[in-house]
């Protein structure tokens, strides 16, 4: 009988052994064949089926410069004229003004108050990263305290911004934070994502409600409450979820917020339902 | 003793294992990673990391899992678990790569601290389809820490082979802990029914082998009925063991492996000192029963290994009659000698 190197027939393997007779080799070669199949046959599977991401933009490690006007009330916003609009109805365009991290931009705007004094009514020069999805676009305040990097009077051009009252209306959506969601993090909404948008909506970025209509349009809605003050706390808990909304719509500029009637009423949809199915499936 | 144990050796074996182990994530890492940048542009480098690695863990922790019960069905796939640990270790680094990725993306530069976010952000903790589900990987990754942190033998020494099987056998526990991390996390936005079937299939294949394994340990080993007389309880006949071989057998709750080897019967505990490996799946060698898991070595008349290893097991009092078997259940102390009993026709009565 063929013996290996210990003289012991070759039916007992010890794994210390240099080299493993026949009858264990050939199950443990046919493993790592099939495991040499699997692996890549798995690695395209779990790609191939996802179900894709948002082509939201985050530009990352580029500065941008933008000059406008510096709007506080209901959220942050820089109001900067749109380039080419008629001279006697001028356009403007608002962008979501967004602090470093998981934060609001308010921290930073009141430094560079305590650096420049009140920017109320004056046009500033900001830097930062540029954030853009569907139409809305908002800047991360990235270098912080040192984004702002002009402060000069307001020319007379600029007109006293207005928002204009478009009635009641109740939409249904996801609480979604912006930064997140119009481009830093893929993807920036769903069940995945709801821990760091409650993250962030805490730390003072101003809630989205980002509403689909079935039909390819979206649109997204800043949630204040009925007199424009801030409601992230009071909504911390229907972040990443379903909701329907009910309050009285107002168009900043290109922007749409919301004045939430009842904040505590916010009807969350039947979630845990919908998480079933997506189970079962 | 030529052939005593010497389980930290590096051998050609061991190369292989590795080898092969390393160049498959590595693949698994490429295809991924590549694929996922050419089918979809737009995700971000974060997202990548954290669902190749993520991915990658949980396709390795099924692979880890089946290797138990395939040897136990079929111990010719034994060289598949004499270097697991390895297996086992490099799992817990890919999964920590998605956990520590995962922490910084979702829950730094915020208002409260990173650890505290993870717990708080989600507060549905009375729900079970809302349930949060970042926590429980979080638990997941503890148990998976706790055991590649033990998985040296100087643990295994340290915090006794019992305790180190209890504390190993908490992989089950991660397993459940991240097979709810992804149904409750991202099987609710990835709602291909190929990621539920793909996770149904392998929860299925861990479980049925386990089943299946149990099911078949349990028919090839003994459980002797019969009332005992004077103690010992008739087990088998002699020719039913083959020469330097055991059977296995559960009497009274005690995993007992019973040898027979130069015209002698003896009885030793079924379990490995190291890693509770099956002894009674192993062979004589050099007058010595050898663990076929990692080849630890022990005297079959005493328990004992040999001089200069001091590990010890229990043994048991045998005794042959006819060509019947008998064993007295009750154990010795770990490394208590025994008279083997002789292949040679005894009555009860004689020995007494
Ligand atoms: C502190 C610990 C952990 C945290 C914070 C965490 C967080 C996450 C997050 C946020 C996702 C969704 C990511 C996405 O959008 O794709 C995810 C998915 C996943 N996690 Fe974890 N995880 C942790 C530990 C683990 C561990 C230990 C494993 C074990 C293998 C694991 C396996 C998975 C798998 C398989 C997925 C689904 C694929 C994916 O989406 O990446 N996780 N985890
Ligand atoms: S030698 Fe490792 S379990 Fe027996």
Redesign the interface.
Known sequence: MKTDH?G?PP??????????PP??????RW??LL??VL??A???????????????V?EYGQLTMLEGQLIREPVPFLRVPVKNSPPDAPLFERILLIG????GAEATIRQWEARYGSLHNKKIGVRGTLIYHEGHAALELTEEASACRTVAPLPPSLAIPTTQSLGEVTLQGEITDPKCFLGV???GD???????A???I???IPPLLWVRNGKGRENGYVLVGPNGERINDQIL?AV??NVRVRGRLGQADNWLILYVDAPTELTRLR???L??I??C? | MALHYSPVLWNRQKRLYDLTMAGLMALYLIIFCTLQTSLFPPITTETIVIRATSTLAFLMLHVILVIGPLCRLDNRFLPLLYNRRHLGVSMFIVAAVHSVFSVLQFHTRGDVDPLVSLFTSERQYGSFGQFPFQPLGFFALLILFVMAATSHDFWLKNLSPRVWKTLHMSVYLAYALIVMHVALGILQQETSPVYAGLMGVGVLTVSGLHVMAAFIGNRRELHPNAPATDGFVAVCDVNDIADNRAKTLMVNGQNIALFKYDGKLSAVSNLCRHQNGPLGEGKIIDGCITCPWHGYQYLPENGQSPPPFTEKIETYAVRCVGTTVWVNPQPYPPGTPQTPALLKVTTINDEN
């Open positions: 210990t012991e039916d007992f393997y010890i794994g210390w052994q240099e080299k493993a009858t264990y080799a050939r199950p443990v493993v790592v495991l040499v692996v890549p798995m690695a395209c599977l779990l790609v191939w089926q996802q179900r894709g991401f948002s082509d939201a985050f470093y991290g998981k934060h993090m893929k993807p769903g069940r995945p994502h709801r821990a760091c409650v993250r962030c805490a730390g003072g808990k990443g979820q979630a845990d339902v998480a079933q997506a189970l499936q």
